[in-house]
């Protein structure tokens, strides 16, 4: 594995001088759905800084991927210079395991329910993987919210995808 795909003491040292604390961890913090799933979410970052949102995606846990090799050198890079806030999608992580649905739908509603949560007004909305077609569905209901939209290995999703031309039609 490649010594820059590992955080190391220097990084640590670069967290603590930029005032970021990520030392202490991250404080996670849990909000309602609409239909009562709890969703665990933080935000890490200098705390006048601007905002980013991370739309989630499957296999997601705030804490693991703090830590993992995949995730912590971006994440804790963003964290650096924004008010870094994500969550873990219903079913994963330190979110509800147990929730009445898990549907495109409802991950369109937990992503709404946690930028409430965190009190943000206008902001970018990072998608990655699964959290694109999330990330370009929020952006399109809410407009004026989303100040710029960043995707990254999104793919297609949302009834349209499998749908036949005749139930595009109906729709």
């Not at 490649?2 to 990520?22: T, Y």
């Not at 999608?89 to 369109?108: K, N, Q, Y």
């Amino acid at each position: 594995m490649p010594s820059s795909a590992v955080p190391l003491a220097a990084d640590l040292q670069r967290d603590r001088a930029s005032g970021c604390a990520f030392e202490h961890g991250q404080d996670i913090r849990f909000v309602r759905a609409m239909d009562g799933a709890l969703l665990a979410w933080t935000a890490v970052g200098p705390a006048g800084g601007p905002p980013i949102v991370k739309a989630a995606n499957w296999l997601s846990h705030l804490e693991l991927d703090w830590q993992a090799p995949i995730w912590s050198p971006l994440f804790r890079d963003l964290a650096r210079r924004h008010r870094f806030v994500r969550y873990d999608e219903r079913g994963c992580g330190l979110s509800d395991w147990r929730v009445p649905e898990i549907s495109f739908e409802t991950f369109v509603g937990d992503l709404e329910a946690v930028v409430d949560a965190a009190g943000l007004a206008r902001f970018p909305l990072l998608g990655i993987s699964q959290g694109a077609s999330v990330s370009i569905e929020y952006a399109a209901r809410h407009p004026e919210r989303v100040s710029h939209l960043i995707l990254f290995g999104g793919y297609d999703a949302g009834w349209r995808h499998g749908a036949s031309a005749e139930e595009i039609r109906e729709r």
